[in-house]
């Protein structure tokens, strides 16, 4: 049977830096998608500050180990992602006052 694994992400906007991820956890592992879900909201609502998004991953015979590192990755990616866009949105700000 597959095991449902609920992590998160943490994510705060710094005054200098912008919207950083600041950390990776395991929200926990559940039996059923309903039950990842369920746990899934309760991360969300339960954790103060910054942005919280969660991953709900169906783990089919595969390590705990390596399933959480390849969600670390991905928020990593996501983080990258978030970045650049707020780097992009402020060069045209720039662009645009300069006109």
Do not use: H, W
């Not at 015979?61 to 983080?79: P, T, Y």
């Not at 045209?92 to 006052?97: A, T, V």
């Amino acid at each position: 049977m597959a095991k449902f694994i609920v992590a998160y992400g943490k994510f705060v906007d710094d005054k200098d830096v912008g919207i950083i991820l600041v950390g990776v956890y395991l929200g926990g592992v559940c039996d059923t998608q309903d039950d990842a879900d369920t746990l899934a909201t309760k991360c969300v609502s339960e954790t103060q500050g910054g942005i919280i998004v969660t991953k709900v991953i169906e783990m089919r015979d595969m390590n705990i180990v390596k399933v959480l590192s390849e969600i670390e990755q991905q928020f990593d990616k996501m983080a990258e992602q978030i970045y650049d866009n707020e780097r992009t949105i402020a060069g045209k700000r720039d662009f645009d006052e300069l006109e």
